[in-house]
T-cell receptor, first 113, second 110 residues
């Protein structure tokens, strides 16, 4: 049913590790987004992309980085994970600007020990 | 000016009752107002949306009421069901930015 996929769904890993959270969509959407959300709580935009080779920082400062080499793929990387990075990360895409619905993945729940 | 204030933070409603969630915004340039529904373990999903040139939009049991002069909009869930228990987010958007409210946890008692 979902056209936007996030892997892994859950990740528990030690401090200092490099982590890449994967996000792929099959809808051909140009706009993609990463949000950080403590479970059931407020959504914070951390990165977004207008299209291939475009990446922008969101409203919430994040130590993560993103890349957009292909339309369908928008991975998020943490070079050195810390306990403060423990959270849920949601990926989304939309066909147009913010007046179009965003389609969300089911998230990656990240725990840094 | 970029905030969207959502209330209440949590809401408990009896089955069959009406659930009402309210949102207020400051920036009159916002031009799209969606509501998202999120179940535990899932990402948010668009529930219903409205543009400021319309005062009300209804889809099944879900209705958005929009008051442009008061800069407020609300979600009404008629005949609330236990399956409606979820977190609801209002939002407002302009150009390439969407601002979400802080969410309302709705619980429908069986």
């Amino acid at each position: 049913e979902a056209d936007i996929y996030q892997t892994p769904r859950y990740l528990v890993i030690g401090t200092g590790k490099k982590i890449t959270l994967e996000c792929s969509q099959t809808m051909g959407h140009d706009k993609m987004y990463w949000y950080q959300q403590d479970p059931g709580m407020e959504l914070h935009l951390i990165h977004y992309s207008y299209g291939v080779n475009s990446t922008e920082k969101g409203d919430l400062s994040s130590e993560s980085t993103v890349s957009r080499i292909r339309t369908e793929h928008f991975p998020l990387t943490l070079e050195s994970a810390r306990p403060s990075h423990t959270s849920q990360y949601l990926c989304a895409s939309s066909i147009g600007w913010a007046d179009q619905p965003q389609h969300f993945g089911d998230g990656t729940r990240l725990s840094i020990l | 000016q970029q905030q969207v204030k959502q209330s209440p933070q949590s809401l408990i409603v009896q089955k069959g009752g009406i659930s009402i969630i309210n949102c207020a915004y400051e920036n009159t340039a916002f031009d799209y107002f969606p509501w998202y529904q999120q179940f535990p373990g899932k990402g948010p999903a668009l529930l219903i949306a409205i543009r400021p040139d319309v005062s009300e939009k209804k889809e099944g049991r879900f209705t958005i009421s929009f008051n442009k002069s008061a800069k407020q909009f609300s979600l009404h869930i008629m005949d609330s069901q236990p399956g409606d228990s979820a977190t609801y987010f209002c939002a407002a958007s302009l150009y390439d930015k969407i601002i979400f409210g802080k969410g309302t946890r709705l619980h429908i008692l069986p």
